[in-house]
């Protein structure tokens, strides 16, 4: 990711100075034009904005923590993947500093299809957007350094989330010789339709109330049953269902019968 970053301010003509822990792989991007130097601090001295990805928060500081000194004056923008209290830490040392996520793969880095979440010093980031701008489309949360990091690990949770729920769906349909290929349509035509109820939802919790107005949670119970039985009939794992379900019995359990699938917001709210 940090070759992909660097490589999309080459491509758009920014005089780029790198520093790698493993000098050889820079070779393809010194060919490309970027300047690479030997030491952190010759690279924190080359420009007012320093970007940064590394495998995580310690290594950030591991690596800049010596050289504070060097960031006076700096922007730093961080876009190693973290937790949203190492990003307020960071913030405590770092100065001028914005925090980032990266929403991507490297091979997209530098096209539109690429979103980029900030969060932290609101001017430095109004300095340095147009340069941000190169590695994809960004949007900034404002002052709280935190919450780039609160929204990635969110939206990696809606990935996992979906991307469970078609490996589970591939299994079973798999038991019964249906290839995944053959599935993954359908599976994206269900996510599709899906994704309007997010925004409704959404609304719902924001006011704290949840009628049922598509369908309550006795219903979804119901069909959750049949999920865990035709898994565990097929000998495919019912972890993933089966907690569905228990979370759903709970909500009921508390409340929540006759309202909508959006009261299961309140079981995720309280401690396990």
Same mark, same amino acid.
């Given at each position: ?164 729920? @078609?490996?589970?769906?591939? #299994?079973?349909?798999?038991?019964? &010789? %249906?290839?995944? =290929? !053959?599935? /993954? ?11 309007? @109820?997010?925004?409704?939802? #959404?609304?719902?919790?924001?006011? &704290? %109330?949840?009628? =049922? !107005?598509? /369908? ?16 565990? #009939? ?11 379900? /228990? ?26």
């Amino acid at each position: 990711m940090g070759s992909a970053l660097a490589a999309a301010f080459v491509e758009a003509g920014y005089p780029t100075t790198i520093w790698n822990r493993t000098p050889g792989k820079a070779d393809e991007l010194v060919a490309r034009g970027a300047v690479l130097v030997p030491f952190v601090a010759d690279a924190l001295r080359a420009s007012s904005l320093i970007v940064v990805c590394l495998s995580d928060a310690a290594s950030v500081e591991d690596v800049l923590g010596p050289h504070r000194d060097e960031l006076d004056s700096r922007t730093l923008v961080n876009l190693t993947s973290g937790t949203s209290d190492e990003a307020r830490g960071i913030s405590k040392w770092a100065g001028d500093y914005v925090d980032g996520a990266i929403m991507a793969i490297p091979e997209v880095i530098g096209r539109p299809e690429a979103f980029l979440l900030f969060s932290g010093s609101a001017e430095a980031y109004a300095r340095h957007r147009e340069s941000l701008g190169r590695l994809g489309t960004t949007t900034f949360f404002g002052e709280d350094v935190g919450l780039a990091s609160l929204y990635d690990v969110a939206l990696l949770g809606v990935m996992w989330g979906t991307l469970n729920s @078609f490996l589970h769906g591939a #299994a079973l349909l798999g038991a019964a &010789g %249906v290839d995944a =290929a !053959e599935f /993954a349509p359908f599976a994206n035509q269900w996510v599709s339709s899906v994704t309007g @109820f997010v925004n409704a939802y #959404a609304d719902q919790i924001d006011r &704290g %109330v949840y009628p =049922a !107005e598509d /369908a309550s949670l006795e219903t979804h119970l119901a069909t959750m049953k049949y999920l865990v039985r035709e898994s565990s #009939a097929a000998e495919v794992n019912t972890e993933w269902p089966a907690r569905i379900q /228990a979370m759903t019995e709970r909500a009921i359990r508390a409340g929540h019968a006759g309202a909508s699938y959006a009261s299961l917001i309140e079981v995720f709210r309280s401690r396990a």
